[in-house]
């Protein structure tokens, strides 16, 4: 039988249950137009739904390094989903919310330190960094749903923006974590199948890959090209720019809430 140190390894932690409480509460207050800013609302709703979507993408990579072999994992505190303990809580939790609150993108932030040599097969290497973006994907699936499954009919405008705009930071994340840059998720994936030289050569440059992305992101050539391609995802998901462009004008309530025309219009 496992200790009770051991089994408080994985309890899930109160911050974590606080971000979802507050989250339940704000799509109940979007749904029902209960705030007296309805971009109050969306703005809590988004925010505290990507934290929590952050603490599962954190948590899918420590899960996966533990079955992998690093058993370091849990004493950690990376089982118990509390943001707080992950290595670097501004990259991971605070500039993720700015970019969003700033530009509108799902930033991808490194967290979890797994101790690497504990973990036997590139395979296992691979699954680990990749679990991180494929939880993104799965978000962006659930957060879909509705408009996939075309079951749109009595959802109330002001929560379907909400999801639409929550669904392209979902999707701008994974696209942004699977691309094989040093630093990022997507390199990670790749990293074990490269020859130890190929590897020395990279690894310096693993702590600019991010910015060197987002230097890349303001050249407007690769900006469009990026948001076209988050655009064309998001229309075979059944979300459309409409969607997107007024969840994202709702989120930024202090700006006034905007005269939204209805759909029907």
Not at 20 to 46: E, H, K, N, Q, R
Not at 120 to 143: E, I, Q
Not at 188 to 206: C, D, H, M, N, T
Not at 236 to 252: H, I, K, N, S
């Amino acid at each position: 039988m496992a200790s009770p140190a051991v089994r408080g390894e994985g309890r899930v932690s109160p911050v974590f249950l606080a971000l979802v409480a507050i989250m339940a509460v704000s799509i109940w207050a979007v749904w029902t137009d209960y705030a007296a800013s309805p971009g109050f609302g969306v703005f809590l709703f988004i925010v505290s739904a990507w934290l929590v979507s952050l603490c599962l993408h954190e948590y899918a990579h420590a899960r996966t390094a533990l079955h992998g072999g690093d058993i370091s994992i849990g004493e950690k505190g990376y089982l118990t989903l509390n943001p707080l303990k992950y290595t670097h809580a501004l990259l991971s939790i605070v500039l993720p919310v700015i970019f969003v609150i700033m530009g509108g993108i799902g930033l991808p932030g490194g967290a979890v330190f797994i101790e690497r040599h504990r973990i036997r097969g590139r395979w296992k290497h691979s699954l680990v960094s990749a679990a991180g973006p494929l939880t993104n994907v799965l978000f962006a699936l659930v957060v879909t749903a509705p408009f996939w499954l075309d079951a749109m009919d009595g959802v109330p405008d002001h929560f379907r923006y909400a999801l639409g705009f929550l669904a392209l930071l979902q999707v701008s994340a994974a696209i942004l974590n699977l691309l094989p840059v040093p630093g990022l998720d997507g390199y990670g994936v790749i990293e074990p199948w490269l020859s130890y030289k190929v590897r020395r050569q990279v690894e310096p440059f693993a702590p600019f890959g991010l910015l060197a992305v987002f230097g890349f992101l303001w050249i407007p050539e690769v900006n469009h090209a990026f948001f076209d391609m988050i655009d064309a995802i998001l229309r075979a998901l059944g979300v459309t720019p409409w969607d997107t462009y007024w969840g994202q004008e709702l989120f930024r309530f202090w700006q006034g809430t905007p005269d939204i025309p209805s759909l029907g219009a």
